[in-house]
């Protein structure tokens, strides 16, 4: 609880963001990001469910379980406002329901006064809706380039692993990943 008080920024992950860094291989990164910037990731409980599901990929129950236990991720419960988003945004999963409700409760949190409160979605939907409650919310591009601005991901890793998202199933139009992967090739 303490290093929270030090947390300047704290993101909180919808689970095809840990799918994604999963498959792409590039949990180190992301701890190595964490460490450099003292960054709190937070997992709702709602994501910690939906990825322990039977028939998800056993090295992301793995990477799951093992972050958790390192303390890399942080679990949430369920928040009251789960309840009133789920009837607000009915189209929206329980894992995005939980990532909105715990950045919304968190920044009404005094130790998170002073942090930038993210949720990390994909999903359209929940990110509008995450942008309607007035949070900023950014998704697992964007997380991809802040690592390789931060240094923890090397640039040619990032490339890499931006060119293959479509191959392993992540939706992104052609233009926008182009227009990404000329973002990870700059230097600053």
């Not at 799918?19 to 990164?29: M, Q, R, S, T």
């Not at 090295?59 to 789920?86: G, I, K, Q, Y």
């Not at 990390?120 to 509008?128: E, I, S, T």
């Not at 998202?165 to 182009?178: A, T, V």
Request: hydrophobic share 40%; proline share 4%.
């Amino acid at each position: 609880m303490e290093t929270w008080r030090r947390t300047k920024t704290v993101l909180v992950f919808d689970a095809s963001v840990i799918i994604e860094l999963v498959n792409a291989g590039i949990l180190d990164d992301l701890r190595r990001y964490r460490n450099m910037r003292n960054v709190t990731i937070m997992i709702p409980q709602a994501v910690v469910e939906e990825l322990r599901e039977e028939g998800v990929d056993p090295a992301v129950r793995e990477a799951l379980n093992a972050f958790l236990s390192e303390d890399v991720f942080t679990p949430m419960d369920a928040t009251p406002l789960e309840s009133e988003l789920r009837f607000r945004y009915p189209a929206l999963g329980q894992g995005e329901i939980g990532v909105i409700a715990t950045a919304i409760t968190l920044k009404g949190r005094p130790e998170f006064s002073e942090a930038r409160v993210i949720p990390v979605l994909d999903d359209r939907k929940a990110r509008r809706a995450a942008s309607g409650q007035g949070l900023e919310v950014h998704g697992t591009l964007w997380l991809l380039l802040e690592l390789k601005r931060s240094g923890a991901l090397e640039k040619r890793k990032a490339i890499e692993t931006l060119e293959r998202m479509p191959e392993r199933g992540f939706r992104i139009s052609e233009c926008k990943l182009k227009e990404v992967i000329e973002d990870a090739k700059k230097d600053c």
